[in-house]
């Protein structure tokens, strides 16, 4: 049975959160996808590097969490549940690296609600866009996640 989306929540904004980034974490995050750039993996190749230090793989803001967050506060907002949701799409728009030791702000937002017709039935698609600042609030990196749910 078909089901509607609430799309009251384009423009919700979450509350922020800090992440503070680990030299063991960057190592750990660029083995496990299989990149072995020493950029990623040296010390000294990093503080030879000119960013003076190791630096985040492209991607590795995935891997940032709100640990005291309603992980399903949007689900129930958006009037559905875990089973019928479908990873999208993940985009990463990258100003400066990510670098250990450092402590940014995530701020995420839903930015876009839409609807298409799949080969299955109707789709909703929820774009959310989470901003990654710094110490000084400049924008780091951003990402953009779609969630697709099945209506």
């Known amino acids: 049975m078909p089901i509607q989306i609430n799309k009251g ?8 959160f800090v992440v503070t980034v680990e030299r063991g974490k960057i190592k750990e995050f660029a083995r496990a996808i299989g990149d072995t750039n020493p950029l990623y993996l040296d010390d000294r190749v990093g503080a030879a590097s000119e960013f003076g230090d190791i630096v985040a ?3 590795f803001a995935i891997t940032f969490r709100d640990e005291t967050g309603d992980t399903n506060a949007l689900l129930r907002e958006l009037g559905t549940d875990i089973s019928r949701l479908l990873h999208g799409e993940q985009e990463f728009e990258v100003f400066r690296p990510l670098q250990p030791g450092q402590t940014y702000t995530c701020r995420a937002k839903v ?13 909703a698609f929820v774009v959310r866009e989470t901003s990654i600042t710094d110490r000084t609030n400049e924008i780091v990196a951003t990402m953009r996640q779609t969630t697709v749910v099945r209506l």
């Open 9 to 16: 929540v384009l423009g919700k904004e979450f509350p922020p």
């Open 57 to 59: 793989p492209p991607t």
């Open 111 to 123: 930015v876009d609600v839409y609807e298409k017709a799949g080969r299955t039935g109707p789709m």
